[in-house]
């Protein structure tokens, strides 16, 4: 919760006009104080949930989401493949893009969705970037086209 509300005073120079998070508390949460701040809204979108990685059987749960990102079509039962949720999320991406041209867009995700979305424009975005991540991690994407992004870490201390 420190490390949320440190995020409006070390993005301050940062210019937004759209706030989407995933629907999940944790999220939702992390993004808070930014939009508090801001005098902003939240729009929470599905799509932005996190990958559902599905009954893992007796294999530790890294051991689960390594096999994941090993095989982007592996579907443990009840979840999603990598494949499947970057496809959701770039998807969003697009549709977002689209809707606010020329304007920066606050994204508020979880970890591993993150990384797909983030992996679908520098393919050098893998499991152990993933997990690398801080919480909370703050990315750019700068679009270039719909397919072609620029990847940048904008946050590298965490309060």
Do not use: C, K
């Amino acid at each position: 919760m420190r490390a949320a509300e440190a995020l409006p005073a070390q993005l301050h120079g940062l210019r937004m006009n759209a706030i989407y998070s995933s629907p999940y508390r944790r999220a939702v949460q992390t993004i808070e104080p930014l939009a508090r701040h801001r005098r902003m809204a939240i729009a929470q979108v599905p799509e932005l949930r996190e990958r559902a990685l599905g009954a893992i059987g007796d294999a530790s749960f890294m051991d689960a989401v390594a096999a994941t990102w090993n095989d982007f079509d592996l579907i443990h039962p009840g979840g999603e493949s990598n494949r499947v949720a970057q496809e959701r999320v770039v998807g969003l991406v697009g549709e977002l893009a689209r809707r606010h041209a020329s304007q920066t867009i606050v994204l508020a995700t979880h970890g591993n969705l993150l990384a797909l979305l983030l992996n679908a424009f520098d393919p050098s975005i893998d499991f152990t970037f993933w997990r690398g991540l801080t919480l909370p991690d703050v990315f750019e994407l700068r679009l270039l086209s719909p397919s072609e992004g620029v990847v940048r870490r904008v946050i590298t201390e965490v309060v």
